[in-house]
């Protein structure tokens, strides 16, 4: 059996739930926090009504492989929470959840991410070698550009313009 790998990360983001909660709902703005490394397109024509079942295909380059993915809402309760899994994709399992909890600053945004490598054995050290700490390096660029573009939307005191 694979071995189950988590990623948590939390952040705090000076804007309302409602507005959060909105921009993480359009799966356009995927492109704006990937980095620019993975090549990432979201390939599924726009509109996407986001609901439980909807799903969504991307494109995008790992290393020298470029890789088709194919994600599923399972849950859709907002603005609390999403959870899309991995459909079609390069993982044995991919389950990510989108948490959101409202603060007087704001709210704090949690990302839960449960994932199993292919290949067994192979897999595991791969995953070792290369697999999280290039997941690590998409978290934090996914962080600091979350945190630039919400910053570009508020003002000093975290209000929005």
């Known amino acids: 059996m694979s071995k189950l790998y988590r990623l948590e990360r939390e952040q705090a983001i000076p804007c309302p739930i409602e507005k959060v909660f909105a921009f993480f709902a359009d ?3 995927l492109e704006a926090i990937t980095p620019p490394w993975l090549n990432f397109r979201v390939l599924t024509p726009a509109p996407i009504r986001m609901e439980p079942g ?3 295909e991307y494109q995008l380059a790992w290393r020298r492989f470029r890789l088709r993915w194919k994600t599923q809402i399972t849950e859709w309760k907002p603005p609390q929470f999403f959870v899309d899994v991995q459909a079609r994709g390069p993982y044995r399992l ?3 959840t989108h ?3 409202s603060e007087d600053s704001g709210t704090r945004m949690f990302d839960s991410v449960r994932y199993q490598m292919p290949f067994g054995i192979v897999g595991q ?4 070698i290369r697999v999280r700490r290039d997941l690590d390096r998409i978290f934090d660029y996914r962080a600091a550009a979350i945190g630039r573009l919400f910053r570009e939307h508020t003002g000093a005191t975290g209000t929005p313009r």
């Open 94 to 96: 991919w389950e990510h």
């Open 27 to 29: 799966v356009r703005n």
């Open 99 to 101: 948490s959101f909890r």
């Open 125 to 128: 050290a791969v995953h070792g």
């Open 54 to 56: 909807a799903e969504m």
